[in-house]
T-cell receptor
Framework: NAGVTQTPKFQVLKTGQSMTLQCAQD?????MSWYRQDPGMGLRLIHY???????DQGEVPNGYNVSRSTTEDFPLRLLSAAPSQTSVYFC???????????FGDGTRLSIL | QQQVKQSPQSLIVQKGGISIINCAYE??????FPWYQQFPGKGPALLIA?????SEKKEGRFTISFNKSAKQFSLHIMDSQPGDSATYFC?????????????FGKGTLLTVNP
């Protein structure tokens, strides 16, 4: 029973590099989302998807891209990493209806 | 504009005491209010949730109190235990919207001393 799986767990990047944070869920959930968590800022929504082929921006989308080609996967791409993107990133999924949102254990990203 | 305001930022309680965390919201369209618990190194996990048609919901030692007129809701942890030490987030959602986005508070770091 894997739930929401995020890889990698830790990553260090240099400014200007690009990378993709992976997220996969095995619960057949339609709704998936990406958050970043920074000290004292809570969880802020970056992008979300209500189903395969459908994505939309959240609260802090700049510098990030997403795509949703399958129900299971929802990767987050950093196009040109900046130190301000140093954060812990969480992927989450749930049913479209009012069901609990399941979170992965996060990717801790440092950008030098 | 912060739509969900959470307080306090941090809270220290003795074992056996009552922990109280408060949240206030602005958007009257919100109709689903969950609380999430997060342990270090882990993702948040749903603890308990309430809808505005009830004023209180209890699950074990955890209770949500909801005041619709004041647009406030709170989490009460009775008989707090060291194992309850975690960060707690309140959240709110407009279920009538098309995107089911959850808006989170900034979190409360709870420490329960033995």
């Amino acid at each position: 029973n894997a739930g929401v799986t995020q890889t990698p767990k830790f990553q260090v990047l240099k400014t200007g590099q690009s990378m993709t944070l992976q997220c996969a869920q095995d619960m057949n959930h339609e709704y998936m989302s990406w958050y970043r968590q920074d000290p004292g800022m809570g969880l802020r929504l970056i992008h979300y998807s209500v189903g395969a082929g459908i994505t939309d921006q959240g609260e802090v989308p700049n510098g990030y891209n997403v795509s949703r080609s399958t129900t299971e996967d929802f990767p987050l791409r950093l196009l040109s990493a900046a130190p301000s993107q140093t954060s812990v990133y969480f992927c989450a999924s749930r049913e479209i209806a009012d069901q609990p949102q399941h979170f992965g254990d996060g990717t801790r990203l440092s950008i030098l | 504009q912060q739509q969900v305001k959470q307080s306090p930022q941090s809270l220290i309680v003795q074992k056996g005491g009552i922990s109280i965390i408060n949240c206030a919201y602005e958007n009257t369209a919100f109709d689903y209010f969950p609380w999430y618990q997060q342990f270090p190194g882990k993702g948040p996990a749903l603890l308990i949730a309430i809808r505005p048609d009830v004023s209180e919901k209890k699950e074990g030692r955890f209770t949500i109190s909801f005041n619709k007129s004041a647009k406030q809701f709170s989490l009460h942890i009775m008989d707090s235990q060291p194992g309850d030490s975690a960060t707690y987030f309140c959240a709110a959602q407009n279920s009538g919207g098309s995107n089911y986005k959850l808006t989170f508070g900034k979190g409360t770091l709870l420490t329960v001393n033995p």
